[in-house]
């Protein structure tokens, strides 16, 4: 299996602020990393597939970068509706594999 | 809108078979793979396995291909995990998720359901 490392596992910011999330895969897994986001009482949504392609609805804030091992979220200008928890996920090849989450937070 | 209601969770004893079921609105469900996800109380996502459209095709994770069995009901829309032989690892809340139909990502989720193994 592919094993999927994300980091920071927690991540606090601000309003208005830039952040990022990172992905590292076991092996190659070309360009397939998706990003989901959860948040209580919200079913998970679908963020960016095949590393950087924005999934419909997707604000322009997200961006996904890329490829082989090594994988980034990035959220510019930070808004209040986007604090809760990231995941990656590989799909590359079966079984689907998932990080271990990035929490963020409200500083 | 697309919707997926998961249902059947709660609380089994170890050893003990339960089934989950998951309902689809809003799109035609036949079109679609469709997968299962959980969720333990630690917040780690574990993709359990998917099912091809028509039925006719599974795919698990290695470790729990032996226990937990997907099908799907396309007439009734409905999407189940069967679980057997549960373990207190089991416990979890389990997402039914619909495959996008282009890059096998799960572009949508339901609410998902509590399952809790404990004697």
């Known amino acids: 299996d592919v094993q999927m490392t994300q980091s920071p596992s927690n991540l606090a910011a601000s309003p208005g602020e830039s952040v990022s999330i990172n992905c590292k895969a076991s092996?190659?897994?070309?360009?397939?990393l998706a990003w989901y986001q959860q948040k209580p009482g919200k079913a998970n949504k679908l963020l960016i597939y095949?590393?950087?392609t924005l999934q419909s609805g997707t604000p322009s804030r997200f961006s996904g970068s890329g490829s082989g091992t090594d994988f980034t979220l990035t959220i510019r200008n930070l808004e209040p509706e986007d604090f809760g928890l990231y995941y990656c996920?590989?799909?590359?090849?079966?079984?689907?594999?998932f990080g271990g989450g990035t929490k963020l937070e409200l500083k | 809108e697309v919707q997926l209601v998961e249902s059947g969770g709660g609380l089994v004893k170890p050893g003990a078979s339960l089934k989950l079921s998951c309902v689809a609105s809003?799109?035609?469900?036949?079109?679609?793979?469709m997968s299962w996800v959980r969720q333990t109380p630690g917040k780690t996502m574990e993709w359990i396995g998917d099912?091809?459209?028509?039925?006719?095709?599974?795919n698990y994770a290695p470790s729990l291909k032996n226990r937990f069995t997907i099908s799907r009901d396309n007439a009734k829309s409905t999407l189940y995990l069967q679980m057997s032989n549960v373990r207190s690892e089991d416990t979890a809340t389990y997402y039914c998720?619909?495959?996008?139909?282009?890059?096998?990502?799960?572009?949508?989720w339901g609410q998902g359901a509590s399952v809790t193994v404990s004697s």
């Open positions: 092996k190659s897994i070309s360009k397939y």
């Open positions: 095949s590393g950087s």
């Open positions: 998720t619909r495959g996008d139909g282009y890059s096998d990502v799960m572009d949508a």
């Open positions: 099912i091809k459209y028509d039925g006719s095709y599974t």
């Open positions: 809003g799109f035609t469900f036949s079109d679609y793979w």
């Open positions: 996920q590989q799909h590359n090849e079966y079984p689907w594999t």
